[in-house]
Every structure is written in C-alpha cells, then in structure tokens.
C-alpha cells in the first residue's frame, strides 16, 4: 500500500535499479517521478513499475532520467499521448507500456530512438494507420502492437526494415491486411513467437523460421497448403495455431520434428485427407484440435502414442471406422472428447468408460449403433463439483519481461439446437451427447 515514494529517494546518485511494481495504493505518476528528480534521475538505469496503480500521464519529466535504459510500466491506469520527450531518452533499450490508456500517435518521427530492442505496446491506442516510426527502429528484437486498432495493410518496407533479426513479433487482434513476406528472412536463430492471429492477412504462408517456438496465424484468411510446417525442424515449437482460414490439401507426414508440441489446431479449414502416422510422434501433445475439415479415414492408432492428451477434437470431419477402444485405454487423462459429426460406426466401447477426469463427451451424429453403456456412470468428474484437470493451457512464453503467454482452451458444443463455444467458462460445462445416432 506504498502511496509514493519520498522525496529523498531522489538524492540517491548511485540508484541503477528501483522496482516499484505490483502496489496497490492510488499515485499520480508525474508526482511519483518528480520525487525522483534530483540525481536519481542522472543514475537511474531500470525502471519498473508495472502491475501498479498509477494515474495521470507519462509526462515530459520522464526526459531527465537520460540514462534509463528499461520502463516497465504495464497494467496501471496511465492516460493520455505518450510524450514524445520518451522517445528522446538516448540509451532507452526496452519500452513497456502495455494495458494503458494510453496513445501513441502514428505520425510520430523518433529517428533519435534507433536503440531500442524492445517495445511492447498491447492495448494501447495507435491505429487506424499503421505506424511509420516502426520503420526508424533498427535495432528491435521484440515488437509488440497486438490490440492497438490499426486497421491498414502492412507496408512492404514493413519486412526488410531490422537491421537486427527478431526473437518476437505480435501483431495479433488487429485488422491489419495484406500478403505476408517470406518470415523465414526476418528473424534471429533462436526460440521464434510469431503472433498474426485475428488479422486479415491473406495469400499463401511461404516461409517460416526453423526455430519456431510459438505461431499462430489463427483468424486471417490465409490460403494454400500447410507444408511450410515441415521447415520447423530444430525442435522448439510448442504451439501452432492456424485455425480458421481457408488452407487446404493434406497434413503432411512430418511432425516427428516437434517433440515438444503441446498446442496443435488446425480447426475450421478445407484440409483433407488421411491423419498422417507420424502424429504419433507428439508425445507432449495435450490439445489437438481439428475440427470442421475434410479429414478422413480411420483414425490412427499411433495416437494412442499422445498419452499427454487433455482435450480431443476431431468433429466435423469424415473420420470412419470404429470408435477405438485404445482411446479409453490409453488416453486417460482426456477431459474433452468429441468426435460428433462424422462417419463412425460400431458400438460405444467399454474402454470409453475408464475416462475418470472427462467433462465433454460428444459422439453425436454419427452411425453407431447398439446400446449406451451402463459403465457410463463410471465418469465420476461428470457429477464432481470444480474441475480436477488445469483446462487452461497456460504457457509462459516471454518470461517477465514480456509478460503474455496463456493458451486458453475451448470447446464447440452443440446445446439447444445452436453451436456454442466455450473459453473461459469451458472448466463449468459437463456434456454427454449421443444423439442422431442409432443408439438404444
């Protein structure tokens, strides 16, 4: 509950470092860096007061800490334009702002700001136009601009800009368009996070970096095949997310390279053909999430190999065969099965009974027949109060510094006659679903 700090904290002349963050009380920032402003100001070389509760705006007297190289000043309740006396700050290295109120012109011309590695500006406020002092930063590693309302088609300069390969590049939840340039040219050989998502980015992917930890290009209107995955050869990747858009042809037979994959959708797309056997090779697989393709076959029994698995969705497809009874032995630890609207025919297994910690079963719209199993009442978690399993998918991808990083998992679920989807209430639903089958 700290309001402040004392004036005398700023005749502190050998101060390097001052962590402020994660306070609770009410503080003017302006008064917070003018209790700061005697020789303090000339040492101080980190900043971060994030996760705090500080008010008003980053005012002009953040020019005379001239030797700050880090701000972390993410989730307070900063407001107004970001001064452009910020950007004039000679060794400014790293710049988070993110979860403010805060605007950052897109006219702005900071040619004095060339090095700075890293920016991280979610949520603030710098659209429609895409920003062209972007372009003065050569030296960024790390860029940031995800939910910033820019609404403009990426400049081509946009990707030849960095004379210094990327690590990080989120330009997710915007409504950017056009063709995106070869990314396999752009970033450092290293662990990659590459976040597109929820853009109108279109045309074929073309080239990835081989050292991919994290990509999602989910929600764009991106087209072509999906064999640019098999460039992603040095082991990192984690998650791949290139869900709803409009990608076709089949999942090619070479994902014994990610050993570490735990994320994989590849949901409502025009992909088809036979789950390749190598799917067997993602051992650390706990979502796999295919829904709404044109799949087909049956399903492979070097699945069973996903021991990992936490939620299973292969509905909307044209899957065949029997529903296998190895998911029942060899999958426990699912608490999201749906299989519902292909072709499958057969009986319920028994195995499908020996899933303690389902929550979702939905096997509706298909072709089995026979009886429900009794054993059914079997699945305990469907009755539990809470859930027993971490349905949010959490992965730190960028440590402190960057702060982002969660991976929520969802479910579709057909509930009075409408197609729902679930985020964050998903670990509150409890569903069995067997109908438009022949069941009795």
Not at 148 to 154: F, M, P, R, W
Not at 164 to 174: G, I, K, Q
Not at 223 to 245: A, E, M, R, T
Request: proline share 4%.
């Amino acid at each position: 509950m700290l309001d402040g700090i004392p004036k005398y904290l700023g005749d502190l002349c050998s101060l390097e470092t001052l962590y402020f963050d994660e306070n609770s009380a009410v503080v003017k920032f302006p008064d917070f860096l003018d209790n700061l402003s005697g020789c303090t100001s000339l040492a101080l070389k980190e900043l971060d007061a994030s996760n705090s509760q500080f008010t008003g705006s980053l005012s002009d007297e953040i020019r005379k800490f001239s030797s700050l190289e880090s701000l972390y000043l993410s989730y307070n309740h900063l407001n107004g334009s970001i001064s452009e006396k910020l950007w004039e700050l000679p060794g400014l290295e790293l710049l988070d702002v993110s979860f403010n109120n805060l605007t950052v012109p897109s006219t702005y011309h900071l040619s004095s700001l060339s090095y700075v590695k890293v920016i991280d500006l979610m949520f603030c406020k710098i659209g429609p136009h895409f920003p062209k002092w972007i372009q003065t930063l050569k030296n960024l590693v790390v860029l940031d601009l995800s939910n910033t309302g820019i609404s403009d088609t990426i400049p081509l300069q946009f990707w030849d800009m960095w004379a210094s390969p990327l690590t990080y590049l989120n330009l997710s939840s915007n409504n950017i368009s056009g063709k995106v340039s070869d990314l396999s040219s752009y970033f450092a050989d290293e662990s990659i996070i590459i976040d597109l998502s929820s853009n109108s980015f279109y045309g074929p992917i073309l080239n990835v970096p081989s050292t991919l930890f994290i990509l999602n290009l989910s929600r764009n209107k991106f087209s072509g095949g999906i064999s640019f995955i098999c460039q992603i050869v040095d082991g990192f990747l984690s998650f791949l997310d290139l869900s709803h858009n409009s990608l076709s042809g089949q999942l090619p037979d070479c994902l014994w390279h990610f050993k570490e994959l735990q994320v994989l959708n590849l949901g409502h797309n025009n992909l088809f053909g036979r789950l390749p056997p190598s799917i067997g090779s993602l051992i650390e697989l706990k979502m796999l999430y295919l829904y709404k393709n044109n799949f087909s076959g049956e399903l492979p029994l070097s699945l069973k190999n996903c021991t990992n698995l936490k939620s299973l969705n292969l509905g909307a497809n044209k899957f065949f065969g029997n529903v296998p009874v190895w998911i029942g032995e060899s999958l426990s630890g699912l608490y999201v099965l749906i299989l519902r609207s292909n072709n499958l025919s057969g009986t319920i297994p028994l195995q499908s009974c020996q899933l303690p910690n389902l929550h979702i079963l939905d096997l509706s719209m298909n072709n089995l027949h026979g009886t429900i199993p009794s054993c059914l009442n079997n699945l305990k978690s469907m009755v539990q109060q809470g859930f027993s399993q971490d349905v949010e998918l959490h992965r730190k991808i960028r440590g402190r510094v960057y702060g982002w990083g969660a991976y929520i998992d969802h479910a579709l679920i057909e509930w009075q006659g409408d197609e729902r989807e679930f985020f964050s209430t998903l670990k509150l639903v409890k569903s069995i679903d067997l109908s438009s089958n022949n069941l009795t």
